[in-house]
């Protein structure tokens, strides 16, 4: 079974097509899309449930159970940590089910920097399949300079976006 799991999510990587569309000491664009097999509302309702397909090696409590994602403008991405703390990954802008979803923070290193992005997400339907892009635009100050880091947030991003297209069409992840 995880042989299965592990093949399909190698086939959903090479069907995504990804790349960092800018990188420059000053910011850089991300972008993912790919053609899912289903529709919109459905890739929606999964997106906007991270603890269901995000990889818990990129969270800061070791558990992506403990992810949660409010839906509404003012929203939170969240995640409760050990002894009860927390952390703000980022706050929902807007959030239209079946259409789109666009957050605002930093993730990861980014939170230690004077760096703050906008991850969207945009769907659009056709024939019962849906077409998923994915942008993450990062602009601001991090000591070294956002060209350096853009690649590693490319492949974090990349895997999470892999992850979510095989949550939605098998329901499964590894």
Request: aromatic share 8%; proline share 4%.
């Amino acid at each position: 079974m995880k042989f299965l799991l592990a093949a399909a999510l190698a086939l959903a990587t090479t069907a995504a097509h990804a790349e960092v569309v800018d990188a420059q000491a000053n910011g850089f664009e991300v972008r993912r899309e790919a053609v899912l097999n289903a529709p919109a509302d459905k890739v929606y309702a999964a997106l906007i449930q991270p603890s269901a397909w995000w990889n818990k090696d990129h969270t800061w409590s070791g558990s992506a159970a403990n992810l949660s994602l409010a839906a509404m403008s003012g929203g939170c991405f969240c995640e409760k940590l050990p002894g009860g703390g927390s952390v703000l990954h980022m706050s929902v802008v807007y959030a239209q089910p079946g259409q789109g979803l666009r957050l605002f923070g930093g993730l990861g290193p980014l939170q230690m920097s004077g760096a703050a992005g906008h991850l969207g997400w945009t769907l659009a339907e056709k024939d019962g399949k849906t077409t998923l892009t994915q942008t993450y635009d990062v602009g601001g100050y991090m000591k070294g300079g956002l060209d350096k880091i853009a690649p590693v947030v490319d492949q974090v991003l990349g895997e999470q976006f892999d992850r979510l297209k095989l949550y939605v069409e098998t329901g499964k992840v590894p």
